[in-house]
């Protein structure tokens, strides 16, 4: 039949369609006609489709690369946040918090970090007394320094300092804690057992790491040195201080006769002899190294807003403590932003005499910014106000505290002469008379107890900096 692929052979065989083009294939423009002509249309088809795709599918409901990995991943996300404000994770991590400093609030930034809601458990004085020694500040200013840190969010107090099984029980049900938090360095109960280990076996434990270059036995030893050649501070025995807690500078004492180097004791004053001993004593050195990714990480990040009123104050703020939170809070209250300056090293050393401050610019700059009345901090701020500085930051007003260790009334004066004259000065009353010379002098009236404590301590942490000491990410 023709002009049909149906073929018949002599045998009377009707053979398969397709024969016939396998026997006669087609030539081969016939061919690229052929597959040119169905591209063509395949385009035009995927154009109109595409078009009418675009114009009749709502944006909102059209593909684009990772739509639904996305779509998904904001359904969940919404699932957690919608979970979390009804059962927030809540995490706990105990402490002392003697001295509070940058590292105590930098521990309560990471553990704030792994949860939605920070619980600090503040051991009373008793406990550190029976534990550890005699405590430097007592419950109460350890409380007012621990709720002014801006990552926590709530405070037991009266908490033991041993981690019991039934005190983890009373965290777990009654205070609904999720997980306890501790530092990666050791923590050891006086049987030398973990004081984390029920909680760890429990699974309900979890590790941050331990902030370096500070700690309150390097702080303390910071003090003790301070109180030689410091007119503000009268010892008998500032010499030995001298001797004993130089920071590194020539702290080890061998046996001798008796005499004594240039430039241990001042000129005019008379020289005592040096106590013999063969015992070499190691004194912790900061080892503090500012990064801009730490101050990143304690600033809150805001300005202010338009037309808001801008408060400045501003000061040494060493060995950060109640006194200063106190009056901070009431800068806060002044207005609606808080701006403190914080003055340099060389500025407070002039101001206040020799081996002061104790703590560096950078370390005295997070402390303050880890305190929750404080919106931003200017580093290494001058000394004296000038219209500058308040151009330059829309100050509204200046305040002072009536409380200060400043030697000289006229310097004062000097300070704040620009914004008496433009009216804008006021001087607050200190709810608090704490000073940072009235804790060195606290250090200085238990003196032997605070150097056994801190002696057990610079042992402790030697081993661990030589033999534990491991890699951990911060958070």
């Given at each position: 039949?023709?002009?049909?692929?149906?073929?018949?052979?002599?045998?009377?065989?009707?053979?398969?369609?397709?024969?016939?083009?396998?026997?006669h294939?087609?030539?081969?423009?016939?061919?690229a006609?052929?597959?040119?002509?169905?591209?063509?249309?395949?385009?035009?088809v995927?154009?109109?489709?595409r078009?009418t795709?675009?114009?009749?599918?709502?944006?909102?409901?059209?593909?684009?690369?990772g739509?639904?990995?996305g779509?998904?991943?904001?359904?969940?996300?919404?699932?957690a946040?919608?979970?979390r404000?009804?059962?927030p994770?809540?995490v706990?991590?105990?402490?002392?918090?003697?001295?509070?400093?940058?590292?105590?609030?930098?521990?309560?930034?990471q553990?704030?970090?792994?949860?939605?809601?920070?619980?600090?458990?503040?051991?009373?004085?008793?406990?550190?007394?029976?534990?550890?020694?005699?405590?430097?500040?007592n419950?109460?200013?350890?409380?007012?320094?621990?709720?002014?840190?801006?990552?926590?969010?709530?405070?037991?107090?009266?908490?033991?300092?041993?981690?019991?099984?039934?005190?983890?029980h009373?965290?777990?049900?009654?205070?609904?804690?999720?997980?306890?938090?501790?530092?990666?360095?050791p923590?050891?109960?006086?049987?030398?057992?973990?004081?984390?280990?029920?909680?760890?076996?429990?699974?309900?434990?979890?590790?941050?790491?331990?902030?370096?270059?500070?700690?309150?036995?390097?702080?303390?030893?910071?003090?003790?040195?301070?109180?030689?050649?410091?007119?503000?501070?009268?010892?008998?025995?500032?010499?030995?201080?001298?001797?004993?807690?130089?920071?590194?500078?020539?702290?080890?004492?061998?046996?001798?006769?008796?005499?004594?180097?240039?430039?241990?004791?001042?000129?005019?004053?008379?020289?005592?002899?040096?106590?013999?001993?063969?015992?070499?004593?190691?004194?912790?050195?900061?080892?503090?190294?500012?990064?801009?990714r730490?101050i990143?990480?304690?600033?809150?990040?805001?300005?202010?807003?338009?037309?808001?009123?801008?408060?400045?104050?501003?000061?040494a703020?060493?060995?950060?403590?109640?006194?200063h939170?106190?009056?901070l809070?009431?800068?806060?209250?002044?207005?609606?932003?808080?701006?403190?300056?914080?003055?340099?090293?060389?500025?407070?050393?002039?101001?206040?005499?020799?081996?002061?401050?104790?703590?560096?610019?950078?370390?005295?700059?997070?402390?303050?910014?880890?305190?929750?009345?404080?919106?931003?901090?200017?580093?290494?701020?001058?000394?004296?106000?000038?219209?500058?500085?308040?151009?330059?930051?829309?100050?509204?007003l200046?305040?002072?505290?009536?409380?200060?260790?400043?030697?000289?009334?006229?310097?004062?004066q000097?300070?704040?002469?620009?914004?008496?004259?433009?009216?804008?000065?006021?001087?607050?009353?200190?709810?608090?008379?704490?000073?940072?010379?009235?804790?060195?002098?606290?250090?200085?009236?238990?003196?032997?107890?605070?150097?056994?404590?801190?002696?057990?301590?610079?042992k402790?942490?030697?081993?661990?900096?030589?033999?534990s000491?491991?890699y951990?990410?911060?958070?």
């Open positions: 039949m023709s002009g049909s692929h149906t073929t018949t052979s002599g045998r009377g065989l009707v053979l398969p369609p397709g024969f016939y083009l396998a026997a294939p087609p030539d081969t423009k016939t061919l006609l052929t597959i040119a002509g169905a591209a063509v249309a395949g385009a035009v995927w154009h109109f489709s078009e795709y675009y114009s009749y599918v709502p944006p909102k409901y059209q593909y684009r690369p739509m639904f990995t779509w998904i991943a904001s359904l969940l996300a919404r699932h946040k919608r979970r404000s009804r059962r994770i809540r706990y991590m105990d402490g002392c918090f003697d001295l509070m400093h940058y590292g105590h609030a930098n521990a309560l930034r553990a704030k970090a792994l949860g939605d809601e920070l619980v600090v458990g503040l051991v009373p004085d008793r406990e550190i007394l029976r534990c550890k020694g005699p405590p430097i500040l419950d109460e200013e350890r409380l007012k320094l621990v709720n002014s840190v801006k990552w926590v969010d709530e405070v037991l107090t009266e908490v033991p300092y041993d981690l019991t099984p039934d005190f983890l009373d965290l777990f049900t009654k205070h609904k804690i999720d997980y306890v938090l501790h530092g990666d360095d923590c050891l109960l006086p049987d030398g057992t973990d004081a984390y280990e029920h909680a760890k076996k429990l699974g309900r434990f979890k590790m941050i790491k331990r902030t370096e270059g500070v700690s309150t036995t390097d702080i303390v030893g910071r003090m003790l040195m301070c109180s030689r050649d410091n007119a503000r501070f009268s010892a008998a025995d500032k010499e030995r201080l001298t001797l004993e807690f130089s920071m590194g500078m020539g702290d080890t004492d061998s046996e001798s006769s008796g005499a004594e180097e240039e430039g241990d004791v001042p000129e005019g004053q008379p020289r005592t002899p040096r106590r013999s001993t063969s015992v070499s004593r190691h004194v912790t050195v900061s080892r503090f190294m500012p990064t801009s730490r990143v990480q304690f600033s809150s990040g805001k300005s202010a807003p338009p037309g808001a009123r801008i408060v400045y104050i501003d000061g703020f060493d060995l950060f403590h109640v006194g939170v106190e009056i809070k009431k800068a806060k209250q002044a207005g609606d932003f808080l701006l403190v300056g914080v003055h340099s090293d060389e500025d407070v050393c002039e101001r206040r005499g020799p081996h002061l401050p104790i703590m560096e610019l950078h370390e005295r700059a997070l402390s303050v910014l880890s305190c929750r009345y404080v919106d931003e901090v200017v580093i290494g701020a001058p000394m004296a106000i000038t219209e500058d500085l308040l151009t330059t930051f829309n100050i509204s200046v305040v002072s505290g009536t409380v200060h260790e400043t030697r000289s009334r006229d310097s004062e000097e300070r704040y002469a620009v914004p008496q004259e433009q009216g804008i000065f006021r001087r607050l009353e200190s709810p608090d008379a704490m000073t940072s010379a009235k804790l060195i002098e606290r250090i200085m009236a238990n003196r032997a107890q605070f150097e056994a404590r801190q002696a057990r301590k610079e402790s942490e030697s081993a661990y900096y030589k033999t000491k491991q951990m990410q911060e958070i």
